[in-house]
């Protein structure tokens, strides 16, 4: 690493002092980066939401949307691992149930067009929630 003094270096502890200095100028910078990447995130997915675009590739960047997929129990733990069985769910149901697996298999129903059963529709909530991901191409 090769941070530049302002005087002549005196030794490692001057070479510390203006490596933290630095450092510390680097935080700041990322900070009001992170920031107005918080502030156009969603002006980006509005846009993105208005035009139906998925993604776009730009500047050796893609940038699209992830679906993030969320379930929530409406009623207690127990009587949803009652409503998975009554459904004949009960690989999805230990002792209590498994929340990734069933969000997951939750997902799959949706994507596939399939009805939810009753019991469960009357069981839990769903919600989607999308972000915005830049990556290199």
């Given at each position: 690493?090769?941070?530049?003094?302002?005087?002549?270096?005196?030794?490692?502890?001057?070479?510390?002092?203006?490596?933290?200095?630095?450092?510390?100028?680097?935080?700041?910078?990322?900070?009001?980066?992170?920031?107005?990447?918080?502030?156009?995130?969603?002006?980006?997915?509005?846009?993105?939401?208005?035009?139906?675009?998925?993604?776009?590739?730009?500047?050796?960047?893609?940038?699209?949307?992830?679906?993030?997929?969320?379930?929530?129990?409406?009623?207690?733990?127990?009587?949803?691992?009652?409503?998975?069985?009554?459904?004949?769910?009960?690989?999805?149901?230990?002792?209590?149930?498994?929340?990734?697996?069933?969000?997951?298999?939750?997902?799959?129903?949706?994507?596939?067009?399939?009805?939810?059963?009753?019991?469960?529709?009357?069981?839990?909530?769903?919600?989607?929630e999308y972000t915005v991901i830049c990556?290199?191409?």
């Amino acid at each position: 690493m090769n941070i530049q003094l302002d005087e002549p270096t005196r030794g490692p502890v001057d070479e510390l002092i203006a490596a933290t200095e630095h450092k510390r100028q680097l935080k700041e910078e990322l900070a009001a980066v992170n920031k107005f990447i918080r502030d156009v995130t969603p002006v980006v997915l509005e846009k993105f939401q208005a035009e139906g675009t998925q993604s776009l590739n730009r500047d050796g960047n893609t940038v699209y949307l992830k679906r993030n997929f969320f379930v929530k129990p409406r009623i207690s733990k127990p009587d949803l691992v009652e409503a998975l069985q009554e459904c004949g769910y009960e690989d999805m149901v230990y002792p209590t149930y498994d929340a990734r697996r069933l969000a997951s298999f939750i997902k799959e129903l949706d994507e596939s067009g399939e009805e939810m059963p009753r019991e469960l529709l009357e069981a839990i909530d769903t919600t989607e929630e999308y972000t915005v991901i830049c990556r290199k191409s």
